[in-house]
């Protein structure tokens, strides 16, 4: 089995494992975050380049170094394999410029978006302290448009992540939703306005790691934070039956499905346990739920987001000069 060296933690991972999934494995504050891969999307991954990592040494056999950042979903894991991410100062500053790159179309409405608080993008460029934007140009808009009875997208806060393509693709029968254009005008489609009349449709909004695919039956009601998360379940015929209610004194704002530590759906749910069952009478309640991710949403434990924080900050600060951005950035003389 190859062997792999993560920020100094060493690991045996099976033959075609990515480095993701290897850091993953050995778990904690070095594992990449991940806008766009999805461990249950097959081809997901590859387009948002927030996962990057520097290869400092390629192989036991081949030890030079890759001369650029890899995005850590796609590369394969090779036995003697070492990769930095938080003890490269000159890494950190790749992804500070990836995390600008994707706010330069995004809006900063977090004020008022339904997914603040629970916004990947949000918590990223929390981490890498991007609050501004040196972008001078127009950006992008587009009208919101209606995606079927449940679905709101605000194309304008999309990062082309692809997941919502791919579980259409992947778990509803029918493609009616895709990427339409290229570059700057590429936007997601249900080829104007085609409703997804599907039974699991609402797993979109899910795995958008953005505001973009919004709830309709909970839009603007609440601040996420101000809501009690509840895992409950049903006898469901359609799916597992297994969700996560978000409540507000008795009244059931919010139903989703239950995500792990990355952010990921568990077991993928219903439209009628999404969008029909807001009654608690509805749900056999099994009790509060664990967040388990450094975000608002953790219950005011902010723990492993001060961890990160302060890693960042003192890579940051470790590194001296600012390395230069750009081809040879990872170059070791460099950092
Ligand atoms: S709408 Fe959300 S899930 Fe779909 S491509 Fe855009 S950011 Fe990704
Ligand atoms: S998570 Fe790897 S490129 Fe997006």
């Not at 259409?168 to 029968?173: N, R, S, V």
């Not at 699991?200 to 101000?226: E, H, Q, Y």
Request: with cysteine; proline share 5%.
């Amino acid at each position: 089995m190859p062997k792999v060296t993560i920020d100094g933690h060493t690991i045996e991972v099976p033959e075609g494992t990515t480095i993701l999934n290897a850091a993953r494995m050995i778990g904690g504050e070095i594992v990449p975050p991940a806008m766009c891969y999805y461990s249950k999307l097959k081809t997901s991954g590859g387009y948002c380049r927030t996962c990057i990592v520097e290869v400092s040494k390629g192989s036991e056999k081949d030890p030079r170094p890759m001369p650029k950042p890899v995005a850590s979903c796609r590369t394969t894991v090779m036995d003697g394999m070492e990769v930095k991410n938080l003890t490269s100062p000159a890494l950190l500053e790749a992804r500070a410029g990836v995390v600008e790159f994707l706010l330069i179309n995004h809006p900063l409405d977090c004020p008022i978006c339904d997914q603040a608080g629970e916004c990947h993008l949000q918590d990223l460029g929390y981490e890498h302290g991007k609050a501004k934007t040196r972008y001078e140009f127009p950006r992008r808009t587009f009208e919101k448009i209606d995606i079927g009875n449940y679905i709101k997208l605000h194309m304008t806060r999309c990062i082309l992540c692809y997941r919502c393509v791919k579980v259409a693709e992947q778990l509803t029968d029918g493609r009616v939703h895709g990427v339409i254009n290229r570059g700057e005008v590429s936007e997601i489609s249900t080829y104007i306005q085609n409703a997804i009349k599907n039974d699991f449709s609402g797993n979109m909004i899910d795995v958008c790691p953005v505001g973009a695919l919004t709830d309709k039956t909970f839009r603007f009601k609440s601040r996420v934070w101000f809501t009690k998360p509840v895992d409950a379940h049903r006898d469901c015929k359609k799916c597992s039956g297994k969700v996560r209610l978000w409540e507000k004194g008795e009244e059931v704002l919010r139903v989703t499905a239950r995500k792990d530590t990355y952010g990921e759906v568990v077991d993928w749910i219903c439209n009628d346990c999404r969008f029909e069952k807001k009654k608690i009478g509805d749900w056999i309640i099994e009790g509060p739920a664990k967040i388990d991710r450094h975000s608002v949403i953790s219950a005011n434990h902010y723990e492993s987001l001060n961890q990160l924080k302060l890693a960042v900050a003192r890579q940051r600060n470790k590194g001296g000069k600012k390395p230069a951005l750009g081809e040879g950035a990872l170059n070791p003389n460099n950092i």
